[in-house]
């Protein structure tokens, strides 16, 4: 007997799969997500997904890339290659402007790379709803939602008969 990933159905259109999609939420089920081509306005809410954290990485690039900046210029000026120039400093925040700028927007938009891959676990290169017909369709005009197996209140009759009450089409049980 083969193992299973759980159970997918399909929406006839955008208002039936979001209201789904707070079915699903409000029923208490926390291994399941939604799949689409397109974006679809305010899914994350109604998956009950708290905020991103990419923002936090994205920040902690930017302050990364201010200080390098600030550093590398204080260091090189300041003590590996002091010169002395109509009697200025050997340094001063204002001359490495420019530096501390272009590294806070570089190491931000690194950050931001970064932290979108790690926070949505990517790259994946597989995934067991791969090998459902009806799943690879999502890249056409089809609105998935798939429950996994290893959910607490996952039970294959129930969660069937779930989903078909909150109006999946097309219910198919996938294996891992």
Known sequence: MT??????????????????AEKVRDAGYKKWDTY??????????AQGQARSKVPVFTFLGGITGFTVGLLMVWWMNAYDYPLIIRGQPFFSPVFPFPIMYELTILLAAFGTLGGMFITNLL???????????Q???????????AIE????????????????EIGGTDIEEVSA
């Open 3 to 20: 193992e299973k990933y759980g159970i997918i159905a399909s929406f006839p259109d955008t208002p039936s799969f979001f209201h789904a």
């Open 135 to 145: 799943f690879l369709e999502v890249s056409g005009d089809r609105l998935v939602i």
């Open 149 to 164: 197996a290893r959910d607490g209140q996952y039970d294959a009759v129930a969660t069937r008969q779930f989903l078909e």
């Open 36 to 45: 689409s081509s397109f974006p679809v306005h305010g899914m994350p809410e």
């Open 123 to 133: 790259p994946q290169h597989y995934s067991p709803l791969f090998n459902s017909d």
